[in-house]
């Protein structure tokens, strides 16, 4: 048999990350991933498993956001029972990651049976925090630059791609042929994380193209940042700012950290509003392998990376409500990312009426979002069954983007040979999704 490749999500579409690499001796697969977005496409994680979980011989896993881990649960449910091999990072960050979407999971589904707002009776959640313990057992850490073998005859590698934590790009070889899967593609020369390894040789390049068509702002995010923080301060207010829990939080406060240290913005008390932030950037701290010169001196110098001088953790429901009667000048970051829910949502219902507060978005704002909208300057915006009035002043970034932008990524490609076959992932939409033989 020849090598064979089947897209099974992340065609056609951004999420849903799932690669099938079979071959006449494993069926190995790439990334599993759930559907995120508009109602039709989370559906999609309700259909029957595309293929037979049991028939799998192992997980490959690229990083833990979970559009490209967050089915795991649902195969080890269905009867995975196979290693999910990832690097440490990527490990780690799973720990956090599944149990808390397993939580949202089960949430959900409570709250639609008491609320009767549910056409099933009863409803149920894709899957539970017991079947992210089930997924997470089979969890196997595997360092960046060292051989395994999820597969007879298959081996396989990970270099670090400096897009998050843990982060991979992905090398397979089976059958005298190798394929290359970018995964989710880091920056160059941006603070906290390395840039990416270079990658010289595929036959097969599967290569991520979020940014394919499009450049990120020159500067770091700085300038707008420095503004924001400046404005809370003359203000007395608050400056809240949206930001996702993972890769984009710990930047943020590093870059808070550095501006405090250069004298460019005035000492500010910053609060943490999220557990899940707060559980990720002590594991962010626990890999300074993965870290660039820069941060590796901060804290080869006595210092704290990820730590503004006035840090205030909220780790609990009580700590965040307190947050209700903090006087500015202050700053609480907090998710989501996109102001679609979390505890970023009760602070922006109370504090987007006063004129004081600055509301900075460090992040891309999906259309049908709150934060979109505020982006694009709404009056008013729903909260919680509310029309709240906007008379905040709203600020934004686009600087601080995790994945590489057109320019980046062809300065990755370059360092190949050229490759037999290549793929975009993301955009390029596959009416027929089986590709046979590619390898």
């Given amino acids: 048999m020849t090598p064979a490749l089947t897209f099974l999500g992340a065609a056609g579409t951004v999420t849903g990350a799932k690669f099938l690499l079979e071959t006449a001796r494993a069926r190995v697969l790439l990334e599993c991933g759930m559907f995120q977005g508009p109602r039709a496409l989370r559906e999609r994680n309700w259909a029957p498993p595309p293929l037979d979980p049991a028939c799998l011989d192992a997980v490959v896993l690229s990083h833990a956001h979970i559009d490209h881990s967050g089915y795991l649960p649902r195969l080890a449910r269905e009867g995975f ?8 990072g990527t490990a780690d960050l799973l720990h956090i990651m599944l149990p808390d979407a397993a ?3 089960e949430e ?3 709250y639609r049976n008491r609320a009767g707002a549910t056409r099933y009776r009863p409803a149920l959640p894709l899957f539970t925090e017991a079947d992210a313990g089930r997924a997470l057992a089979l969890v196997r850490p595997t360092p960046f630059e060292q051989g395994f073998e999820p597969g007879e005859g298959v081996a396989a590698r990970f270099h670090l791609s400096g897009h998050i934590l843990g982060a991979s790009i992905v090398a397979v070889e089976t059958d005298g042929r190798r394929l290359v899967y970018s995964g989710d593609l880091g920056r160059y020369d941006v603070p906290v994380m390395r840039d990416p390894a270079p990658v010289a040789a595929a036959d097969t390049l599967l290569v991520e193209s979020t940014y394919g068509n499009r ?3 020159a500067d770091d995010g700085t300038p707008v940042i420095a503004r924001a923080v400046q404005r809370a301060v003359e203000q007395r207010g608050l400056l809240l700012i949206p930001a996702f829990a993972i890769g984009r939080t710990q930047d943020l406060l590093f870059l808070l950290r550095a501006l405090e240290e250069a004298g460019r913005i005035p000492p500010i ?8 932030a707060i559980e990720a950037t002590l594991v962010y701290g626990q890999h300074p392998e993965e870290h660039d010169a820069q941060t590796r001196q901060v804290a080869a110098a006595g210092g704290r990376p990820f730590a503004p001088g006035c840090l205030r953790l909220s780790r609990t429901a009580a700590d965040s ?3 209700n009667d903090l006087e500015g000048p202050a700053l609480i970051v907090a998710g989501s990312g996109m102001a679609t829910g979390g505890r970023i949502l009760h602070h922006l219902r109370r504090r987007l009426p006063e004129a004081r507060t600055t509301v900075l978005f460090v992040g891309y704002q999906a259309a049908g979002t709150r934060g979109r909208a505020l982006r694009e300057g709404a009056a008013r915006v729903r909260i919680f069954g509310e029309d709240v009035p906007v008379r905040a002043t709203i600020l934004a970034t686009d600087a601080l983007s995790a994945h ?11 360092g190949f040979q050229r490759p037999r076959h290549l793929f975009l992932i993301v955009f390029q939409r596959l009416d027929d999704r089986r590709l046979d033989p590619l390898l």
């Fill in 81 to 88: 029972r196979g290693p999910i091999f990832c690097s440490p």
């Fill in 103 to 105: 939580r949202l999971q």
């Fill in 269 to 276: 008390a910053v609060y943490l509003d999220s557990p899940m």
């Fill in 404 to 414: 590489a932008d057109q320019a980046e990524t062809l300065r990755w490609l370059a």
């Fill in 108 to 110: 959900e589904a409570e």
């Fill in 321 to 323: 409500k307190r947050l």
């Fill in 215 to 217: 450049r990120h702002p």
